[in-house]
C-alpha cells in the first residue's frame, strides 16, 4: 500500500513540477516574445534616435557651401529739395570688394529624426545663405567724384557694402551654392552617423 501511495505521490510530485517548468518556460517565452516587440525595438529606437538628435543639436548649425567672389558697386546721389535734385551737389564713388558667401542649415535642431526598422531617418530643414561676409582689407576705390557741399561719407561706404551684399547673395544663388550646399550636406550628415544605415531627406 505504501509503495503504491509512494508512487502515486512520486507521479503528483513530477506533474507539477513539469506545470511548473511548462508555466515558467512560457512565462518566460512570452515576456521574451513581449519583449522584443514592445520593449526591446522600443527601447532600441529611442536610444538610436536620442543619440541622433544630440549630435545634431550639438552641431546646431552646419555650412556646407561657400562661394567666393569680387563684385564691384556704383553709388551716386545728389542733395535734394522736394524731390528736386539741387545742382552741383552731385557726388558719386565706384568700389571694389572681395566676399564669401556661406551656406547650408542655419539650425540643425529644426531637423526630425525618426527610425524605421534599422533605418535612421534625418529629415533636414532646406539649405540656405547662412552668412556673407565681406573682406575689408580688399577694398579698392576705383572711382570717386566728391563734392564740397555733399561729400562722401562713412554711412554711404557702409550702404554700399549692404548693396554689395545682396549683389553677392543672389551672385552665389545664381551659381548654385544652394545645390551644391545640399549635396554636401547629406555627404556630411551620413559621415557624422556612419555607425547607422542612415536615410537623408528634405523637408
Known amino acids: 500500500m505504501k509503495d503504491i501511495l509512494k508512487g502515486v505521490t512520486v507521479k503528483i510530485i513530477s506533474v507539477i513540477v513539469i506545470i511548473t517548468l511548462l508555466a515558467g518556460g512560457g512565462y518566460l517565452a512570452y515576456k521574451h516574445f513581449v519583449g522584443s516587440i514592445f520593449g526591446g525595438v522600443g527601447h532600441e529606437t529611442v536610444s538610436n534616435v536620442d543619440v541622433v538628435k544630440e549630435k545634431l543639436e550639438a552641431a546646431a548649425e552646419l555650412n556646407t557651401g561657400s562661394y567666393l567672389c569680387t563684385d564691384v558697386i556704383t553709388k551716386a546721389d ?16 565706384i568700389v571694389q570688394y572681395d566676399g564669401i558667401v556661406k551656406a547650408g542649415i542655419k539650425d540643425l535642431t529644426k531637423a526630425d ?13 532646406d539649405v540656405e545663405i547662412t552668412g556673407i561676409e565681406i573682406d575689408n582689407d580688399s577694398f579698392e576705390k576705383l572711382d ?23 549683389k553677392m547673395e543672389a551672385q552665389a544663388i545664381e551659381k548654385g551654392v544652394l545645390d551644391i550646399a545640399r549635396e554636401n550636406a547629406e555627404t556630411v550628415i551620413s559621415g557624422m552617423f556612419s555607425d547607422y544605415d542612415v536615410k537623408v531627406e528634405w523637408k
Open 78 to 93: 545728389s542733395k535734394t529739395f522736394k524731390d528736386w535734385k539741387i545742382p552741383f551737389t552731385e557726388k558719386s564713388f
Open 113 to 125: 529624426v525618426s527610425q524605421d526598422g534599422d533605418t535612421i531617418i534625418i529629415k533636414l530643414p
Open 144 to 166: 570717386e567724384s566728391n563734392n564740397i557741399f555733399n561729400p562722401i561719407t562713412v554711412e554711404d561706404l557702409n550702404d554700399a557694402q549692404k548693396d554689395l551684399k545682396d
